[in-house]
């Protein structure tokens, strides 16, 4: 029979509660009610009113409890345990506290139900993006990421475990991309960061190459277009046969290459791309620019163009662009629509015989595309462009045009995504 307990659990047992009975009473877990009891741990501040209601104890009497307890469980000393004789230390489990360990095991403090709501949003996310904008989610993103973090402090099921993580790693890499779009570009580091970490304690490959493409674009739109392209072999090293790095070589490699003038490199990243999409049966419409689905052909032929335009070569972005119009203007995305007109308007001034009208035209149709959600990308090519125009600063066509970026750029909207590297 083993020694008489005092403390929490014999006045407990004095007035009559089993501990499954008393840590109903008192709202708590049964295993928590053995783990007061073993002195494993003490109740927390918030718990002590209603043990003390449940126990009809002043402060004082609590901490007498509390402190007999911990006298009572403390291990006997090593030295005083006689040769031969049974330790406690040393002696089987009770059956109970194997039940109450398996019970701890099996709790959760997140269920399938509950799981399949955030998995739900980040889902609903990438899908209103392009017509929400980043300005619109980022917040509400932001708010379920700090959710998500709370959860994660508490006890969960493996599998239910890794489900978690990867919602926590996917809301922190769709939110670097959103502060990407808005120009906070050390935020979108961060969050790049984060959900770096969270994805590689799941070992989740695909999305490691997803986030160092994020980690490009960021790069890529600070002018660091050295590190874009070192960001993006970075993801390649990951899992180079991954469908996600597709992304990597079009929109990571071959744009960035295009800006350093490496017109060889950028030809080898755009065919490597076109030949591993070839390996997989991806369909070929213009998913989401947030999506975590690998590219279809749409966007390899839209940044393929894009990586051509530096280069001055006007015959590949107008083949290119060309290829992906029908998908662009189907889709329900105005910035694609806008950023491909950009494109083209682009490559048409840099040719040797420049189509001022054709370009401006191509520009104005742009920005009143991305009125209400605008973009950094969207952003930095308008102004790319404008700067190719001041060539003819006195066309009267030229002046309309420039009287137009200046009223779009004073919009709200504008310019919450046109500040410095935040």
Request: with cysteine; charged share 25%.
């Amino acid at each position: 029979m083993g020694r008489q307990r005092r403390g929490l659990a014999a006045r407990r047992a004095g007035l009559g509660y089993t501990q499954e009975r008393f840590a109903e009473a008192v709202g708590v877990e049964r295993s928590t009610v053995w783990r007061w009891e073993t002195g494993a741990v003490t109740p927390l501040p918030e718990q002590c009113p209603r043990i003390r209601a449940v126990l009809d104890l002043s402060l004082a009497q609590l901490d007498e409890l509390l402190h007999e307890t911990a006298a009572d469980v403390r291990p006997v000393p090593a030295q005083v345990v006689e040769r031969g004789a049974t330790s406690p230390a040393s002696s089987w489990d009770d059956p109970d506290e194997v039940w109450l360990h398996l019970h701890e095991l099996q709790e959760s403090n997140v269920g399938d139900g509950q799981l399949r709501l955030l998995e739900g949003q980040v889902n609903r996310f990438v899908a209103e993006y392009e017509q929400r904008g980043p300005t619109e989610l980022g917040p509400a993103a932001a708010r379920l990421r700090g959710q998500v973090h709370q959860l994660l402090k508490g006890r969960q099921l493996l599998r239910i475990r890794y489900r978690l993580h990867r919602v926590a790693a996917q809301l922190a890499g769709l939110l670097g991309y959103m502060a990407v779009n808005t120009g906070r570009f050390r935020l979108a580091s961060a969050y790049c960061g984060e959900a770096l970490h969270l994805a590689a304690e799941i070992d989740d490959a695909d999305l490691q190459v997803w986030v160092w493409g994020t980690q490009s674009l960021g790069a890529y739109y600070q002018g660091d277009y050295a590190s874009a392209k070192t960001y993006a072999a970075r993801g390649r090293a990951v899992a180079p046969s991954s469908p996600q790095t597709i992304r990597l070589l079009v929109n990571g490699e071959a744009r960035a290459l295009g800006q350093l003038g490496d017109r060889a490199g950028a030809d080898a990243a755009v065919g490597q791309a076109l030949a591993l999409l070839d390996h997989y049966d991806i369909a070929p419409g213009l998913t989401p620019c947030i999506s975590f689905e690998p590219y279809g052909y749409a966007r390899v032929a839209a940044n393929a163009a894009t990586a051509y335009v530096p280069l001055g070569d006007t015959t590949r972005v107008l083949h290119y662009t060309g290829d992906v119009d029908p998908a662009v203007e189907q889709a329900d995305s105005a910035w694609s629509r806008a950023l491909v007109r950009l494109d083209i308007a682009t490559a048409l001034l840099r040719q040797d015989d420049a189509d001022l009208e054709q370009s401006l035209a191509l520009g104005r149709e742009a920005l009143r595309m991305c009125v209400d959600h605008p973009i950094r990308s969207v952003w930095q090519r308008a102004t790319t462009l404008h700067g190719l125009t001041q060539r003819w600063a006195n066309d009267p066509r030229v002046i309309e045009f420039t009287d137009q970026l200046r009223a779009w750029r004073q919009r709200p909207q504008v310019q919450a995504i046109s500040g410095g590297s935040r």
